[in-house]
């Protein structure tokens, strides 16, 4: 049962905001629109791309754990154009966590898919729709949530931020009751310290390759303009009966190559042929463990261990919530129950939960000495 005391939480999430930012976050600034042109999705993209997806994987499950530690959850949207490779490579995170996803098609030729005005007015409609709302989650770091943010407290409605840090207006934080960046969430995986070198290399690689690209399109441009100019010539020059020789001896070479590169044709088919089902295995290996996740037996882990991490995990968010050193046990138990609706401890093998929180010493201590029982994080 659920306590009268407790919250009810609603949880928008900007999805294309908090992934690209933690993207940039990971690889360095403005490096998700450099690579997006290599084709930003797991399942298809090379090593190297589907190497940089998987240390820049934003942990949904982290976010939803934390909203969780301010009440019940009654909702949880998610806002983003879901065609895309890149976000439909978090369909195993969402479906797993029963987000409610909403479709935005990009409605303009420079790809702005209005999920910021689509959100307040859902998240404005929802708070009169719905007035026992007490807590309401904005994942997202863009300015443009200002306005909904003061109408929520405006409302009565005790506003939470998530955002990514760097990629977030100061703005917004002071418009939030309470503002976290997603690297301090419970669970979230700290970026590991090589990734700053390799950023370095990443920027400097980008840098490079925008440079050649453009000294490429000069010498393009060059090119062109001095065709132009050849054409723009009178016949009656001396040099026109040469240029015509030439060409047409080019014309004889290139349709030889033509003739011999027919000829390597079905060599080459064939080849391909046989590589083929070897590339569909390493792509196979190369997509991150997000996506393979539901191709597990879901028998594999032990009860029990799951159950440990389990109460760590509770542990951990009913201690970030609360500044006291001793928490209650059935604050513990509730948190539980948000972060796995089927926990129990009977089937466990407990009579109650006072026995299943002593069977983990190592886990949990536990204060005899007072009347209510009261437990912490060892």
């Known amino acids: 049962m659920t306590e009268s005391a407790d919250g009810r939480v609603a949880v928008y999430i900007d999805f294309d905001n908090i992934v690209i930012s933690r993207y940039d976050q990971v690889h360095g600034r403005n490096q998700y629109q450099r690579d997006k042109s290599k084709g930003l999705s797991a399942t298809d993209a090379g090593e190297e791309v589907a190497e940089r997806l998987a240390r820049a994987t934003v942990d949904i499950g982290a976010v939803i754990d934390y909203a969780s530690s301010f009440g019940t959850l009654v909702l949880t949207r998610a806002y983003a154009d879901w065609s895309t490779p890149m976000n439909a490579d978090y369909r195993g995170q969402l479906v797993g966590r029963s987000v409610d996803l909403v479709q935005l098609f990009p409605a303009a030729a420079y790809g702005k898919n209005g999920a910021d005005i689509r959100l307040a007015v ?4 929802d708070m009169f729709r719905l007035p026992d709302l007490t807590h309401v989650v904005v ?8 306005a909904l943010a003061q109408r929520c407290k405006r409302l009565g409605r005790y506003v939470i931020g998530v955002g990514v840090a760097g990629s977030t207006a100061r703005s917004l ?82 349709s030889e190559a033509d003739a011999a590169e027919a000829a390597a044709e079905p060599e080459r088919d064939a080849a391909e042929e046989r590589q083929a089902p070897r590339r569909r295995g390493s792509r196979r290996a190369q997509a991150p463990a997000t996506m393979l996740v539901e191709e597990e037996p879901e028998d594999s882990e032990d009860p029990q261990e799951v159950a440990s991490v389990l109460l760590e995990y509770a542990l951990r968010l009913c201690h970030d919530r609360d500044d006291s050193d001793w928490l209650h046990s059935s604050q513990v138990k509730t948190q539980l129950k948000r972060l796995d609706p089927s926990f129990s401890e009977k089937s466990l093998g407990y009579r109650s939960f006072s026995d299943f929180i002593k069977s983990r010493p190592e886990i949990v201590e536990i204060d005899e000495s007072s009347t209510a029982r009261m437990v912490r994080l060892i």
Do not use: H, M, N, W
């Open 122 to 125: 859902d998240a404005v409609e």
């Open 139 to 146: 994942v997202a770091g863009d300015s443009d949530y200002i």
């Open 173 to 254: 934080t002071a418009a939030c009751d309470e503002f976290s960046t997603y690297d301090a969430l419970p669970g979230v995986e700290p970026v590991p310290p090589a990734t700053a070198k390799q950023r370095k290399a990443d920027e400097a690689e980008a840098r490079d390759s925008e440079t050649d690209s453009k000294e490429s399109e000069a010498d393009a441009a060059s090119g062109a303009s001095k065709r132009r100019r050849g054409r723009g010539r009178k016949a009656e020059t001396p040099a026109r009966a040469d240029s015509t020789a030439a060409a047409e001896a080019a014309a004889e070479a290139t």
